[in-house]
């Protein structure tokens, strides 16, 4: 069966320090992988996705950026925290699959998420 | 993706039917109906999809109108870890990758 990991689970940072966030997938191979935020009380921001090793689009123009240097490991990185990056991090993946006559059908599958409180 | 439209709040009595509605009136005919839900501080997780027939799994129940227009996830027997927001979306099949997750529904299981 198909896992996904996350870590660390909870971080506290100063402003104006670095950031690397970590996701892996296990039981899978070529998924599609997401980066989403969720502020305190709010829906989810779509970060980032991938559909590849080195393939990364962005949703929002921010100072974080992510990479994909393996097919399953997908990082979530700043050079420098501001107080607005505090929330909720959430790695997700999804199969590529075809059904109903070809269409293609996507789940998503959420990891535990990581907390980031940037004092 | 069309927009969705869920109620704010719900609430429900341990052991009874949960009935939760979602609003797609501008949906097209390749867009699925997703359910997902968010316990608090944790992940969202996948309940089930579909596309115009009724569908069920060990989780719940999906039951989209014939013009696709709404539909309701019920969770048959409802438990206080039913607790949780819970999310309407719709996409496209072969489109867009990325599901957009609104405010959803939060439900309430009381005893």
């Known amino acids: 069966s198909q896992t996904i990991h996350q870590w660390p689970a909870t971080l506290v940072q100063p402003v104006g320090s670095p950031l690397s966030l970590e996701c892996t997938v296990e039981?899978?191979?070529?998924?599609?992988l997401y980066w989403y935020r969720q502020a305190a009380g709010r829906g989810l921001q779509l970060l980032f996705y991938?559909?590849?090793?080195?393939?990364i689009s962005s949703e929002v123009p921010q100072n974080l950026s992510a990479s994909r240097p393996q097919d399953r490991q997908f990082i979530l990185s700043s050079k420098k925290l501001l107080l607005s990056d505090s929330g909720f991090y959430l790695c997700?993946?999804?199969?590529?699959?075809?059904?109903?006559?070809?269409?293609?059908?996507?789940?998503?599958?959420f990891g535990p998420g990581t907390r980031l409180t940037v004092t | 993706d069309a927009k969705t439209t869920q109620p704010p709040s719900m609430d429900c009595a341990e052991g009874r039917a949960a009935n939760l509605p979602c609003n797609h009136s501008?949906?097209?005919?390749?867009?699925?109906v997703y359910w997902y839900r968010q316990i608090h501080s944790q992940g969202p997780q996948y309940i089930i999809h579909?596309?115009?027939n009724n569908e069920t799994n060990e989780m719940a129940s999906l039951i989209i109108t014939e013009d696709r227009k709404s539909s309701t996830l019920i969770l048959p027997h409802a438990t206080l870890r039913d607790t949780a927001v819970y999310y309407c979306?719709?996409?496209?099949?072969?489109?867009?990758?990325?599901?957009?997750f609104g405010r959803g529904t939060s439900l309430i299981v009381h005893p």
């Open positions: 039981g899978t191979s070529n998924p599609n």
């Open positions: 501008t949906i097209s005919g390749n867009e699925y």
């Open positions: 579909g596309l115009k």
């Open positions: 979306i719709v996409r496209a099949s072969g489109g867009s990758y990325i599901p957009t």
């Open positions: 997700a993946w999804s199969p590529t699959s075809f059904r109903d006559r070809g269409s293609r059908v996507y789940e998503q599958y």
């Open positions: 991938s559909v590849g090793i080195g393939q």
